[in-house]
C-alpha cells in the first residue's frame, strides 16, 4: 500500500491526528485476506472519515492498494 500524508493528517475534533500507528492498527485488524484491494482502500478512507467526525478533510488523500493472489 502506497499513500500521501494525507491519511495521517486528518484531524478529529479534538485536533489529534489519524497517524501511522492508527492507520497500522487498522490493516493489522482487517480481514485482507477476503477484501480486494478496493474494499481495503474504501475500509480504510471510510475509518478515517469516522476518525475525523465532524472535522473537514484539510489535506488531500490518496492510497494505492495492491494485492498480489496466485
Not at 2 to 17: A, K, M, Y
Not at 52 to 59: C, I, K, L, V, Y
Amino acid at each position: 500500500m502506497l499513500f500521501t500524508d494525507g491519511i495521517l493528517d486528518t484531524q478529529n475534533p479534538g485536533g489529534e491526528f489519524y497517524e501511522y500507528e492508527r492507520l497500522k492498527q487498522r490493516l493489522e485488524t482487517m480481514d485482507t485476506g477476503n477484501l480486494s484491494a478496493f474494499e481495503i482502500k474504501e475500509q480504510i478512507i471510510a475509518d478515517a472519515q469516522t476518525f475525523a467526525g465532524t472535522e473537514p478533510q484539510q489535506d488531500d488523500i490518496t492510497i494505492v492498494v495492491v494485492k498480489v493472489t496466485g
